[in-house]
């Protein structure tokens, strides 16, 4: 996905069951379709994983 990737997004969780990553999110049947094939230009669930968020806002 151009623009961000699933590497830091919040929703991109290791799954122990499955030891393996995965997406968190629910994708309908289009959304998954344009994931797998590419043609997905960004992901409408992406969050920045940022831990330091909450301490900046404490600032």
Same mark, same amino acid.
């Given at each position: 996905?151009?623009?961000?990737? =699933?590497?830091? =997004?919040?929703? *991109? ?6 030891? =393996? *990553?995965? =997406? ?21 669930? *992406?969050?920045?994983?940022?831990? *330091? ?7």
């Amino acid at each position: 996905m151009a623009g961000n990737s =699933c590497d830091n =997004c919040m929703n *991109y969780m290791y799954d122990e069951e499955y030891d =393996c *990553y995965v =997406c968190q999110v629910y994708l309908d049947e289009d959304e998954m379709s344009r994931f797998l094939s590419n043609t997905m230009d960004h992901c409408p669930h *992406y969050q920045l994983q940022d831990e *330091y968020r909450i301490v900046r806002k404490q600032m």
